[in-house]
């Protein structure tokens, strides 16, 4: 992006040097040809007339010189005329390249922002999945232990009850026991 923008730069930046020197070129070359052509339209006129009139001699001279100017200042508006266009095209291409440019950077900035959001969301996602799952672990292992511990809790009645059970028959047999001993001993 930064090599892309320097070129841009670059180019922006030679592009009216090479415009200006081009026009200068034209411009010499338009007043040396209008030059040489007047000059040379004049000189053999001027023979001709200082011949045979010395009056249009001087005439064609203010004539020459009036329609010479009168070219130069056309040349020169048409000139100005077509820098401004240039000037005015240069700046709407770069207008345009900036233009081009910001809105490239902002669909960067906003693909940017919706990775981001995306990533964000996935995340929240991850986050949530896996606290559900630490959540129905725990859950699973507190019924697993009140499981067991109902178990136990059951196993542990049980065997309380075994053992009144097994202590009650022995005290039913001590008590039989004992009362067979007393029968026996009255007898």
């Keep these: 992006m930064d090599d892309i923008s320097l070129l841009i730069a670059i180019i922006i930046t030679i592009i009216p040097f090479i415009i200006i020197i081009i026009i200068i070129i034209i411009i010499i070359i338009i007043i040396y040809y209008y030059y040489y052509y007047y000059y040379y339209y004049y000189y053999y006129y001027y023979y001709y007339y200082y011949y045979y009139y010395y009056y249009y001699y001087y005439y064609y001279y203010y004539y020459y ?9 056309i040349i020169i508006i048409i000139i100005i005329i077509i820098i401004i266009i240039i000037i005015i095209i240069i700046i709407i291409i770069i207008i345009i390249i900036i ?7 902002i669909i960067i900035i906003i693909i940017i922002i919706i990775i981001i959001i995306i990533i964000i969301i996935i995340i929240i996602i991850i ?11 725990i859950i699973i292992i507190i019924i697993i232990i009140i499981i067991i511990i109902i178990i ?29 001993i007393i029968i026996i001993t009255m007898i």
């Design 152 to 180: 136990i809790i059951i196993i542990i009645i049980i065997i309380i009850i075994i053992i009144i059970i097994i202590i009650i028959i022995i005290i039913i047999i001590i008590i039989i026991i004992i009362i067979i």
């Design 99 to 105: 233009i081009i440019i910001i809105i490239i950077i």
């Design 65 to 73: 010189y009036y329609y010479y100017y009168y070219y130069i200042i």
């Design 127 to 137: 986050i949530i999945i896996i606290i559900i799952i630490i959540i129905i672990i």
